[in-house]
């Protein structure tokens, strides 16, 4: 089975200044498709950024970058000058595509503040 | 992004009574959804995948008889939480991919049910 795992259960950091979030996972397949989702105090999970296994380059959302090291199975996220609607808590999450069982497998989630 | 509604946002009810929740994609139709159990502080797990017309498929350890599952169409999908009991309570959260199995998830703002 597929898992997915976060380290760090909370993570804080200064507004403007950047952090990083770790995520893992394990996998067999070659092809997948790796997710970060926010999720803010509301409970409305939204969707940060998306990278397909197939592509090496990194990708990019304005502030929010990945760093995808797929021989590692190391999906990281950066968040760049932080701001305070960036505290939430952030869920990394893999799925491969197998038709009607695609689906989402989220890992535990790290809670992140953004201080003044 | 697309916009997944569900309704109600938050419900109580007495302990052996049922409870419905809807799930509403609203701008584009929605093949497939599913539906996570959250508890406080913790990640999402998915109960049931169900597509349109067929018969929703269960994670392990989710009773189907307890938690009714309808998709009776492109737009809408029901859960049903039959006989609630206090364990019950929980944040439910639905969610809806398109036609294209690797269409991106949309999630839904949750429903937070309290049975007494």
């Known amino acids: 089975a597929q898992t997915v795992t976060q380290s760090q259960p909370e993570m804080s950091v200064q507004e403007a200044e950047t952090v990083t979030l770790s995520c893992t996972y394990d996998t067999s397949e070659s092809d997948y498709y790796l997710f970060w989702y926010k999720q803010p105090p509301s409970r409305q999970m939204i969707l940060v950024i998306r990278q397909e296994a197939y592509k090496q380059q990194n990708a990019t959302e304005n502030r929010f970058s990945v760093n995808f090291q797929k021989a590692a199975k190391s999906f990281s996220l950066k968040i760049s000058d932080s701001q305070l609607g960036d505290a939430a808590m952030y869920f990394c999450a893999y799925r491969i595509d197998t038709g009607t069982a695609s689906k989402l497998t989220f890992g535990t989630g790290t809670r992140l503040q953004v201080t003044l | 992004g697309a916009v997944v509604s569900q309704h109600p946002s938050r419900v109580i009810c007495k302990s052996g009574t049922s409870v419905k929740i809807e799930c509403r994609s609203l701008d584009f139709q929605a093949t497939t959804m599913f539906w996570y159990r959250q508890f406080p502080k913790k990640s999402l797990m998915l109960m049931a995948t169900?597509?349109?017309?067929?018969?929703?498929?269960?994670e392990q350890g989710v009773e189907k008889d307890k938690f009714l599952i309808n998709h009776a169409s492109l737009t809408l999908s029901t859960l049903t939480v039959t006989s609630a009991h206090p364990e019950d309570s929980s944040f439910y959260i639905c969610?809806?991919?398109?036609?294209?199995?690797?269409?991106?998830?949309?999630f839904g703002p949750g429903t937070r049910l309290t049975v007494l």
């Open positions: 169900s597509n349109e017309g067929s018969k929703a498929t269960y």
């Open positions: 969610s809806a991919r398109g036609a294209t199995y690797t269409d991106t998830q949309y």
